[in-house]
């Protein structure tokens, strides 16, 4: 069982930028899709991007397109995702996901939440 753990999160000011980074132990997860969520106080999880297992394929949701980039380390076994002009609506435990069903983004995208395998999580929190 790969295990995923997630790290980078802290306190940034809005218009910072910040970079987490999913890390694969056990296993190296480049065969897999690998996903970012996040899930704010009081709110459900949701969907931030995701990317293929090559790397070649991205796709965010529509309100960190051209904020928030994910990308693929492969000589590190990691995924950042890498958070540019923060926003005061984007602090969340932000949770990374990868799928054991799948290698392409519509396995991260479509796939129920028990479908994939998560790590523990990493608070983002932005101050205005």
């Known amino acids: 069982q790969v295990q995923l753990v997630e790290s980078g999160g802290g306190l940034v000011q809005a218009g910072d930028s910040l970079r987490l980074s999913c890390a694969a132990s056990g296993q190296t997860f480049s065969n897999y899709a690998v996903g970012w969520f996040r899930q704010a106080s009081g709110k459900e999880r949701e969907f931030v991007a995701a990317i293929n297992w090559s790397g070649h394929a991205t796709y965010y949701t529509d309100s960190v397109t051209g904020r928030f980039t994910i990308s693929r380390d492969r000589a590190k076994n990691t995924v950042p995702l890498t958070m540019t002009a923060l926003k005061t609506e984007d602090p969340a435990v932000y949770y990374c996901?990868?799928?054991?069903?799948?290698?392409?983004?519509?396995?991260?995208?479509?796939?129920?939440?028990?479908?994939?395998?998560w790590g523990q999580g990493t608070q983002v929190t932005v101050s205005s």
């Open positions: 996901a990868d799928s054991r069903t799948g290698d392409s983004t519509g396995s991260i995208v479509q796939a129920p939440p028990s479908n994939l395998n």
